[in-house]
């Protein structure tokens, strides 16, 4: 390949040739430079117009052949090159598209592992929100529950306190006459009463009336208690008073021994002493020696009892807990009159609005 390189080396010979030439053709006598008049110039004088171009002819041809000797290995050379550097080329070419092909499977790889991730999050929090919603409804059923208890707690609290001052009244009213350690036991000591009238050995369990009937709302089983205790007819010399009353399944005229202390063993008379029953038993077989009223014990037709023949809890017959006057709910009363079939605990059903005796008993 014929290049501004090689032109220039070939400019560079044609102008020493030039030189040459010119001192060859010059005449062998002095003269003066043309370009510098302090400088003789001397010629060779060896040859002749003729001689020169028949040898620069020859020297053409020469000149010729090595220029095209030089062009053909410099575009030799430069196709080497080429040839060399495309096969470089190549090999750089695949090597990165290798090293494009691994770059797109691990994008690959990547968005399949961030879609995985994607959804494994997604399902996370779906579950957490579950586990989270359950937890909120799970805790909020366990605070209704613990306020319904508390709830209740308080008002068995309030109920046991209420029962517990009643009874605390009642032994107060009770015991207001004994007398003090070391008094002297005399007539005006007593007030005038006969000392049997502070014994306190219960030895017998005695029934009577409140001085009034009553409607349906009796204050519940605490309420009906401390009408008993605090009732101006209250036999004297008896620390406990009790309404014979069924208030619930678990709170009735059967369980009262248990549950408040009456004596199973004592005969039931009335206020006066007029035999009744021979015993807590004998009360509750569903047949009396005689009836509450021919025994003195009240002279009303009816008395709320809310209990079975047998002194059991008669279910939905309790004016709600005792607690409610109201015609659209009911009790269940005893006949007074009666003296079997148990009709004395379970004679009638009647509205809560009615009016009917609440038999007390004490001991």
Not at 30 to 40: E, F, G, H, I, S
Not at 98 to 124: F, I, K, P, Y
Not at 133 to 143: D, G, P, Y
Request: hydrophobic share 45%.
């Amino acid at each position: 390949m014929y290049t501004r390189s090689s032109h220039s080396c070939l400019l560079q010979l044609f102008l020493v040739l030039a030189a040459v030439i010119s001192e060859l053709l010059a005449p062998p006598n002095a003269t003066v430079d043309p370009l510098d008049p302090t400088t003789q110039h001397i010629g060779c004088g060896l040859a002749t117009v003729s001689q020169l171009g028949t040898a620069l002819a020859a020297l053409e041809a020469k000149l010729a052949a090595a220029i095209r000797g030089l062009s053909n290995a410099t575009t030799q050379a430069n196709t080497t090159a080429t040839d060399a550097a495309f096969a470089q080329l190549t090999q750089d070419l695949a090597a990165l598209t290798g090293q494009v092909d691994a770059l797109e499977a691990s994008v690959a790889a990547l968005n399949a592992t961030t879609q995985q991730v994607s959804a494994d999050t997604a399902a996370a929090i779906a579950a957490l929100k579950v586990s989270l919603q359950q937890l909120a409804a799970n805790t909020t059923a366990a605070v209704a529950s613990l306020k319904a208890g508390l709830q209740q707690l308080q008002a068995n609290a309030s109920a046991g306190i209420a029962e517990l001052m009643g009874d605390l009244q009642a032994v107060n009213a009770s015991t207001s006459g004994l007398l003090r350690v070391g008094d002297a036991i005399d007539a005006a000591t007593l007030g005038g009463v006969a000392p049997a009238g502070y014994v306190r050995v219960p030895t017998r369990v005695a029934l009577y009336a409140l001085g009034a009937t009553l409607q349906g709302n009796l204050g519940g089983r605490a309420g009906a208690d401390r009408s008993c205790q605090s009732d101006a007819g209250r036999p004297a010399g008896f620390l406990n008073a009790r309404a014979l009353l069924s208030v619930s399944s678990t709170d009735t005229i059967a369980a009262m021994p248990t549950l408040y202390g009456v004596p199973t063993n004592l005969p039931i008379t009335s206020a006066a002493g007029a035999p009744i029953a021979a015993n807590w038993a004998d009360m509750l077989d569903g047949s009396l020696p005689a009836s509450f009223a021919g025994a003195g014990v009240t002279t009303s037709a009816v008395s709320w009892t809310g209990a079975t023949s047998s002194g059991g809890y008669a279910q939905g017959a309790d004016c709600a807990g005792w607690s409610s006057a109201s015609s659209g709910a009911s009790g269940g009363a005893g006949d007074p009159t009666a003296s079997s079939n148990g009709s004395y605990l379970s004679g009638f059903n009647i509205t809560c609005d009615s009016l009917a005796a609440v038999i007390c008993l004490v001991f």
